[in-house]
């Protein structure tokens, strides 16, 4: 693995995830079905924010942001923005609020329940700092006014699907992730991934059972010189 930032950019800038192509292959350019610019604009709507205001984020923000992974009830049938592998659901969604960074919201550990748009209470003396991250992502986690956290309810899905369950999740959990992000903006929110922590670390503060797993995280917080929803 490449620790140092320099040698970081440099194999990144390399983009060694592109095909090399032979010369003489069969080439078909695609005709643009669409101008630059709106698709600009999406691609502006999900980005990584890795610096926050310091503003107390408002709770009508978050909740607008949440939103987005609740369930709507169409023809009688509940109805999520993403798909999950065999409509299990099985990946939860758990908040960490640091102290006096959301208006209306003690600190500690939260439980996101999408059925009824709420959060529930875990452990308010929960603290996660930024010696619980590595790097450079320290120094992100201390910007920021929450982390969200993504887990794997294996005993939701392994039933289902066995050993293929948790890869199954973490599309799952991919899913969510993109959700989140294509709407962060328009809810004044700034979100930026989080590809590993110190998770054990905290873990206890969550109150999950024994096969549960975390698959993914972002931290985030307020947009700085970006307008509140309307």
Same mark, same amino acid.
């Given at each position: 693995?490449?620790?140092?930032?320099?040698?970081?950019?440099?194999?990144?800038?390399?983009?060694?995830?592109?095909?090399?192509?032979?010369?003489?292959?069969?080439?078909?350019?695609?005709?643009?079905t669409e101008d630059?610019?709106?698709?600009?604009?999406?691609?502006?709507?999900?980005?990584?924010?890795?610096?926050? /205001?310091?503003?107390?984020?408002?709770?009508?923000? %978050?909740?607008?942001? !949440?939103?987005? #992974?609740? =369930?709507?009830?169409?023809? &009688?049938?509940?109805?999520?923005?993403?798909?999950?592998?065999?409509?299990?659901?099985?990946?939860?969604?758990?908040?960490?609020?640091?102290?006096?960074?959301?208006?209306?919201? /003690?600190?500690?550990?939260?439980?996101?329940?999408? %059925?009824e748009h709420k !959060?529930?209470? #875990?452990? =308010?003396?929960?603290?996660? &700092?930024?010696?619980?991250?590595?790097?450079?992502?320290?120094?992100?986690?201390?910007?920021?006014?929450?982390?969200?956290?993504?887990?794997?309810?294996?005993?939701?899905?392994?039933?289902?699907?066995?050993?293929?369950?948790?890869?199954?999740?973490?599309?799952?959990?991919? #899913?969510?992730?993109?959700?989140?992000?294509?709407?962060?903006?328009?809810?004044?929110?700034?979100?930026?991934?989080?590809?590993?922590?110190?998770?054990?670390?905290?873990?206890?503060?969550?109150?999950?059972?024994?096969?549960?797993?975390?698959?993914?995280?972002?931290?985030?917080?307020?947009?700085?010189?970006?307008? #509140?929803?309307?």
């Open positions: 693995m490449l620790f140092d930032l320099q040698q970081r950019e440099l194999f990144k800038e390399a983009r060694h995830g592109l095909r090399d192509t032979d010369p003489d292959s069969i080439v078909v350019s695609l005709p643009k630059d610019e709106p698709l600009r604009q999406r691609l502006l709507e999900r980005r990584s924010e890795r610096r926050y /205001a310091e503003q107390m984020l408002p709770l009508e923000a %978050l909740a607008r942001l !949440l939103g987005q #992974l609740r =369930p709507v009830s169409i023809d &009688g049938k509940l109805k999520y923005g993403y798909s999950s592998a065999g409509s299990s659901y099985a990946v939860q969604t758990y908040l960490y609020v640091k102290p006096a960074r959301v208006d209306l919201l /003690a600190p500690g550990t939260w439980y996101y329940y999408p %059925l !959060l529930v209470s #875990l452990c =308010p003396d929960a603290r996660i &700092g930024s010696d619980d991250y590595y790097r450079e992502n320290r120094s992100i986690f201390e910007s920021s006014a929450f982390s969200i956290f993504f887990i794997g309810r294996m005993d939701a899905i392994a039933p289902l699907y066995g050993e293929k369950s948790c890869d199954f999740a973490l599309i799952e959990a991919g #899913l969510m992730t993109q959700t989140l992000e294509l709407a962060a903006t328009a809810a004044g929110i700034g979100l930026c991934q989080i590809g590993d922590m110190r998770f054990e670390h905290v873990r206890d503060g969550f109150l999950l059972g024994q096969n549960d797993l975390l698959l993914h995280s972002l931290v985030g917080g307020l947009l700085p010189r970006c307008p #509140l929803p309307r």
